[in-house]
């Protein structure tokens, strides 16, 4: 089965860093990826190549079987890669509902067929009952699912979360595992970058481990957490500054 | 679904509001009989329908333009020239100036676009600048001493009446009914959602699919094309145009100023503005400004501060409820 | 007829005007670096400098050279005020700032030039006698009016002494500090409020000199302003917003395109070599020359 994303050779540099250095790795139809790494590792980065907000400085990325590594990110989402932000950037001015339906309208110009499309989503992320609220008044975990449903509203065939996890208490994790293996299930490929272990090693089918911009480990969640490579990785960071 | 019909509803209620609107103005003929203040309502009228084109691109795709009175003069020039060198009658001219001043439009935006803020808003500035030097120093279209429009008799034909200037506003009325109309229809159009959501977070919108740079050009013309036939109608309501009067920087403002004080990007703010400003502005010339003084202008200029300062957001704001919210909460 | 002369002549001309639009130009690009509000009362600025530098002249009889220092000082005054009463607030707007400062300080120009009608009338005054009258300089052949050349020689010092303040003094570097990002300055103990009101009065000092150097050798009435107003705009544009040297680099532009222009063209036309300019620069360069915000 051909891969549905395919980051080939991918490196990164800002003025001189190196963030990501002779990156590879594929991503299969219908599965969940994972992406994590120590602090530092170059996640976000690669994260943002793979969107389309940053271009990489060489390498080669490819999305279903079409190279779109010159593709914005705009062009991107009308192929059909959608993302999240890390920090929330809802449309502040405007309501629940209408940010949804500014997704949907990438797929369709008629109005009706967008707030159609833009209910669907909000009641598929437990957000059918806040549609009229502005955004800025949402909770923290709201916005998040927001973001997420906004995302949705796109029909992509590939999303990406960007720390979706982040900040949330126990509860409001699991209600995001629900709907991350939700999305799943109704046919969208997932990429996750996450920090919070015990929450996404169970999520993922398969994970990559990146360390100081360079591929790590590729496999299995359980594998990951045996390997010594990784495990050094991790371990040193507790004796490295925080520099990501 | 609910919700879509909550949606539905508001849009419905805005266009009631606007159609008991237009048919209590549409009354005003009958009511107002003084030549004056009939002359008054003409030009708030005509300045509404103006800064509302001028919203369309300003408020809602957010490219503020200082230089609209280029669309204006083009179409009042395009109008009278057609008409007094080539005996066309105003209809056509105005279409004629209306469709010369959108291919401009489309013709600017292109380059213009990638600029962003303050840069931009110069850019057209001085393009309309330019426009008004050249007029200025252009014999065939009467140069410096413009062009007056020579009276036959009051002919709907011609568009012209000095018996009575009621079919003036009738026409007027029509124009900022039409322009009204055309912003209700954008703001709930695709383009509509997808500005406001380029305003809120550009970023954001991107990785959403947004792309605006054909709705802008779209947008850039359908503004110049209604602020061109607004510049035909006022040369057949004064009969004499001249670049000082149809394509001064000082007009390109006063184009903006209604809509920044009614509530930019909203869709009965700058015919609120219009409402409050050009009565304001008559009146306080006619009482105060005859002595040359120039108390007329501390006036006018120090309640523009005012408003300017005491309602950001517009003097809209001071009549919406939650559901009419646009401007961003404090 | 365009001998080598003429175009000589007119292109020294254009630098002395140039090095004076720059100076008329680096107050607003100034007060925009600082805090990303384009005063529209610019040229109102430039023209109470000029009635104030005739009223020195008129009352007091000093030479308006003589005089340019304490217009500087006056037009400081002024533009802190402004800043107090009026820009701090439209500062404080949260929806549509841009805008609403345009128009605040627009509303500014408006009721300055009406208080200019009331106060002096529409009648155009001019500076009666001045040592740099009738005393001007040839060197090679080439016309140098003394106005002018001391206009831009001020200028030159103006710009020198701005780069002093800039990069030597306490005050430049809060300056800086508060353009980066005004909202974290309170965390090293600068006074954003402070800082913005000396920015207003710094640039509003600037412009004050131009219009000391200007009454010498222009008309004085009330809306001769707004001319020049629309120069320093593109000027400011062209060099790229918020750059010092920009407005420098792009005000001598402005003032040899201007003196080009009126050369080959009807000298009615010579503003349209200089709008050319900028639209054909910020084709390329999105920012102006030099602007980075």
């Known amino acids: ?244 | 679904m609910m919700t879509t019909s909550l949606v539905a509803n508001r849009r419905r209620r805005e266009l009631v509001v606007f159609a008991m609107v237009a048919a209590a103005l549409a009354t005003l003929p009958a009511l107002v009989t003084d030549v004056y203040l009939q002359n008054v309502l003409i030009l708030t009228l005509m300045y509404a329908a103006l800064s509302q084109s001028w919203n369309i691109l300003g408020g809602y795709c957010g490219q503020i333009s200082l230089g609209h009175a280029l669309y204006f003069g083009l179409g009042a020039y395009t109008s009278t020239v057609l008409f007094t060198k080539f005996g066309v009658i105003p209809w056509i001219g105005m279409a004629a100036g209306g469709v010369l001043s959108a291919a401009i439009a489309l013709g600017l935006g292109y380059p213009c676009f990638r600029l962003r803020g303050h840069y931009f808003t110069i850019a057209t500035i001085v393009i309309a600048e330019t426009g008004y030097l050249l007029f200025l120093n252009w014999d065939w279209v009467g140069a410096a001493l413009g062009i007056q429009i020579p009276f036959r008799a009051d002919d709907w034909f011609k568009f012209q009446f000095a018996r009575t200037k009621i079919p003036y506003f009738y026409f007027v009325l029509g124009l900022a009914s039409a322009t009204w109309l055309a912003t209700f229809v954008i703001e709930g159009s695709k383009w509509g959602y997808w500005w406001r959501a380029v305003k809120d977070n550009p970023e954001a919108a991107e990785s959403l699919g947004v792309e605006v740079f054909h709705s802008k050009m779209a947008a850039a013309a359908v503004s110049a094309f209604f602020t061109a036939v607004g510049g035909s109608f006022y040369a057949q309501f004064v009969s004499y145009i001249d670049p000082e009067s149809v394509m001064s920087f000082q007009f390109s403002l006063l184009m903006a100023l209604p809509a920044v004080l009614g509530g930019i990007g909203t869709l009965w703010g700058p015919a609120l503005g219009a409402a409050i400003l050009i009565p304001l502005t008559e009146f306080t010339r006619s009482y105060f400004g005859g002595s040359g003084k120039g108390t007329d202008l501390i006036i006018y200029g120090t309640l523009v501060i005012v408003i300017a300062l005491a309602r950001p957001q517009g003097l809209v704001s001071l009549f919406s409820r939650r559901r009419l919210r646009r401007a961003v909460p404090e | 007829m365009l001998t080598a002369e003429t175009i000589v002549q007119s292109l020294v001309s254009g630098l002395l005007t140039g090095l004076i639009y720059a100076l008329i130009a680096v107050g607003l690009s100034l007060i925009f670096g600082l805090m990303d509000v384009v005063n529209f009362a610019h040229g109102e600025f430039l023209m109470i400098a000029m009635y104030a530098t005739f009223g020195l002249v008129l009352w007091l009889a000093i030479d308006p050279i003589l005089a340019a220092p304490l217009v500087a000082a006056l037009l400081f005054a002024f533009g802190a005020v402004v800043y107090v009463v009026i820009v701090r607030y439209a500062m404080r707007a949260t929806a549509n700032r841009g805008m609403v400062q345009i128009f605040a300080t627009f509303g500014l120009a408006i009721v300055m030039r009406g208080l200019a009608q009331l106060l002096f009338t529409p009648d155009y005054r001019s500076i009666p006698h001045s040592w740099t009258e009738g005393n001007n300089l040839s060197a090679a052949g080439i016309y140098l009016p003394m106005p002018q050349l001391v206009g831009a020689v001020i200028s030159i010092l103006a710009f020198i002494g701005l780069y002093f303040l800039i990069n030597r003094t306490d005050f430049g570097r809060a300056l800086e500090a508060t353009r980066e990002d005004a909202g974290a300055v309170a965390l090293v103990g600068i006074d954003k409020n402070r800082v913005f009101t000396l920015g207003w009065g710094l640039g509003a000092s600037l412009v004050g000199l131009a219009g000391a150097v200007m009454a010498t050798f222009f008309y004085i009435y009330p809306d001769v302003g707004a001319s020049f107003a629309l120069i320093a705009y593109v000027t400011v544009a062209l060099g790229g917003f918020g750059s010092v040297f920009g407005a420098l680099a792009a005000g001598i532009i402005v003032g040899l395109i201007e003196a080009t222009t009126a050369l080959l063209f009807p000298p009615a036309l010579k503003s349209v070599g200089i709008y050319a300019m900028y639209l054909a620069v910020v084709l390329f360069r999105p920012r102006g020359l030099f602007g980075s915000i």
Request: hydrophobic share 45%.
């Open chain 1, 1 to 244: 089965m051909k891969p549905l994303l395919k980051v080939r050779n991918v490196s990164r540099r800002f003025n001189g860093v190196v963030a990501n250095d002779d990156v590879s790795l594929s991503c299969q139809r219908g599965e969940i990826l994972g992406l994590i790494g120590p602090n530092g590792a170059g996640k976000s980065t690669l994260f943002n190549l793979i969107a389309g907000t940053l271009p990489p400085s060489s390498g080669l990325i490819s999305f279903d079987g079409q190279d779109v590594t010159s593709l914005s990110a705009a062009q991107r989402c009308a192929r059909g890669i959608a993302r999240t932000f890390q920090v929330v950037r809802s449309f502040e001015s405007m309501s629940v509902l209408d940010n949804v339906v500014v997704g949907a309208l990438v797929r369709t110009a008629k109005m009706r067929e967008a707030h159609r499309k833009a209910h669907e989503v909000l009641e598929f992320t437990d957000l059918g009952h806040r549609t009229e609220a502005l955004a800025n008044e949402l909770t923290p975990s709201e916005k998040r699912r927001l973001e997420v449903a906004r995302a949705l509203a796109t029909a992509p065939s590939l999303l990406l979360l960007d720390e979706v996890m982040t900040g949330l208490t126990p509860a409001e994790a699991q209600k995001g595992v629900g709907l991350v293996r939700r999305i799943r299930d109704s046919g969208i490929t997932v990429l996750m970058v996450e920090h919070v272990m015990e929450i996404v090693m169970p999520l993922v089918d398969r994970v990559i481990v990146l360390d100081l911009g360079r591929v790590l480990f590729e496999g299995k969640p359980s594998d990951a957490t045996r390997d010594a490579n990784v495990i050094a990785a991790y371990l040193g960071e507790r004796h490295r500054a925080p520099s990501e």
